[in-house]
């Protein structure tokens, strides 16, 4: 997080994500199950004082930020995390170990401050590190030592009786196997979870060190955990993953590694360089279009106080966000790449597909693709642009001009049926602020269920499942039953305790979803394997009664 020289990056682990020219297959990775901690259950938004302010915080720079996120429309967009980064800590602990805020900087205490931010409707987010130096120590920037090591319990009663909303947990060595990292970064997860406050666990492995980000899925570990080295506001720095990162690097690095989203854990992309510079009007475009289809928190890393209207209108477009926060928590898999038109699809909740048309050359170009390949079926689409809100309407050609380092986002609606699986990872979103949901098919019952296979491997297969309340009436406890085909048995689940007996399925809520309001929705997922394929069930029963199959 700060600029300093980097060690090269490890290369990125084999065995998550094959991706190839026309299609991305997904492997079994070894770690699956989400954080159940009730938090991020779709990519956090907020915005983080690190990319403009670097050490140069205070008080009142802070609480400013929180008037401009309100003042200029971005809290009632979906930002709602104002981060802290690192410089706010006393160099010093006090007589009896804790954390203090440091004085000069934070006059009032971090609890006044967290304060201040939650009378604003916004959520209060803070850094530490998971040793004995913050990144700003371990580079002598700024002084003391007042890492976590050996205080993890300490700190995050800390941050509870603070009112902190967010941890950003930042490694900042070059020591320690991956193994190592998952099981410090693990001190600091069931710390928090001691609290009894969901606290947003994000954590970065890379700073410094070796790239462990992509290695393994660390969902098990927080809800979003940095893929690359640090971002700067450049297109391509020419780094594979060593600092400091562009935009086209980040991307490289994260399209392979989408089957590991879902509600809770999340691939972080890091800090959004959005207003700030360095990049063309339709490179910042890209960017935030990026990052909402790919599944990455949106945590903005601009000046909030002085945004041109270009700023805004990328910042806030509400197409896009409704995608990012999508209740399937989908990251877009890779449906085609030639080496510089790159196709990316995330399936909706509604049923619906964002297709990303990214234009990774300098020249503009035609991108295509077809309904059929991002996994609909059908003749008659509506295909409504991310940027223009215009729509269009198509027999099954997904097909835009892209200018260089642009990306054409599309909102594809329509079609007949259930959209049928490829051999890609097809990709999901839910309704945005803009365009209307999908209505829902007359219920015949009191539920509907989707479920949907978004990725799967030669013996096996991830499946998610989303539980819509069609009544009239809250649901409070769910227990949802189904029967598989084929010797399907699941291995791994998050978002749901499950049982299996023979073919039957029971899957029963966990503390934060046990409530559906009428017209909201549950979601869950699972890995399972197969002796024979991934045929879908066809009939559910919540709670007994038998639900609608969307």
């Known amino acids: 997080m700060l600029a300093r020289g980097r060690r090269t990056a490890t290369a990125l682990a084999a065995g998550l994500l094959l991706v190839t020219a026309g299609a991305a297959t997904v492997l079994r990775t070894p770690e699956a199950l989400a954080l159940a901690n009730g938090a991020a259950r779709t990519p956090p938004m907020g915005w983080n004082s690190w990319n403009t302010f670097g050490c140069n915080i205070s008080e009142s720079l802070i609480r400013q930020m929180a008037d401009a996120m309100v003042s200029s429309g971005m809290r ?283 234009n990774q050359g300098s020249g503009t170009t035609t991108i295509s693709t077809t309904a059929a390949a991002v996994g609909l079926s059908g003749s008659n689409f509506t295909l409504r642009d991310a940027w223009t809100n215009t729509t269009s309407s198509s027999t099954g050609a997904i097909s835009a001009s892209v200018p260089g380092h642009g990306t054409v986002v599309y909102r594809v609606s329509g079609g007949t049926g259930t959209p049928t699986p490829t051999p890609t990872v097809t990709p999901t979103v839910s309704p945005s602020p803009t365009v209307p949901p999908t209505t829902p098919p007359p219920s015949t019952g009191a539920c509907q269920v989707t479920y949907a296979i978004t990725g799967q491997w030669p013996d096996g297969f991830q499946g998610d499942v989303t539980v819509r309340n069609t009544g009239t009436t809250a649901v409070n406890g769910w227990t949802l039953r189904w029967s598989f085909a084929n010797g399907q048995q699941i291995n791994q689940a998050w978002g749901a305790t499950y049982t299996q007996s023979g073919a039957q399925v029971t899957a029963t809520n966990v503390a934060y979803n046990g409530a559906i309001s009428p017209g909201g929705t549950a979601t869950f997922g699972f890995l399972a394997g197969w002796s024979g394929g991934n045929t879908r069930p066809t009939a559910f029963t919540l709670n007994g009664q038998s639900c609608d199959v969307a």
């Open 76 to 358: 009632d967009a979906g930002y709602e995390y104002v981060v802290v980064d690192d410089c706010w800590m006393n160099p010093n602990r006090d007589s009896a170990g804790n954390l203090q805020g440091d004085p000069g900087r934070f006059p009032s205490g971090m609890k006044a401050l967290g304060d201040y931010i939650h009378a604003r409707g916004l959520k209060f987010g803070i850094y530490q590190g998971p040793l004995t130096k913050t990144c700003a120590q371990y580079f002598n920037s700024y002084p003391g030592s007042t890492g976590a090591q050996g205080h993890e319990v300490q700190d995050a009663r800390q941050f509870a009786s603070w009112g902190v909303d967010y941890l950003k947990y930042d490694w900042c060595s070059p020591s320690g196997s991956i193994d190592e990292q998952v099981r410090v970064f693990n001190l600091m997860r069931d710390a928090l979870a001691g609290t009894g406050r969901p606290i947003v666990y994000s954590i970065n492995s890379n700073s410094v060190h070796s790239k462990t980000g992509p290695q393994r899925d660390w969902g098990d570990v927080a809800n979003m955990w940095r893929t690359t080295e640090d971002i700067t506001n450049t297109w391509n720095s020419g780094q594979t993953n060593g600092y400091p990162m562009g935009i086209q690097n980040i991307v490289d690095v994260t399209v392979p590694l989408a089957g590991r989203a879902r509600p809770g854990a999340f691939n972080d992309m890091d800090m959004l360089e959005v207003g700030r510079g360095g990049m063309t009007d339709t490179e910042m475009r890209s960017h935030f279009a990026l990052w909402a289809v790919l599944a990455s928190p949106l945590i903005a890393g601009n000046d909030l106080r002085n945004m041109n209207a270009a700023t805004q209108t990328i910042l806030k477009n509400p197409t896009l966000i409704g995608i990012s926060q999508d209740a399937l928590a989908l990251q877009a898999a890779q449906v085609s790449f030639d080496g510089t038109r790159r196709v990316l699809a995330k399936r909706l909740a509604n049923g619906d597909v964002a297709v990303a048309l990214f």
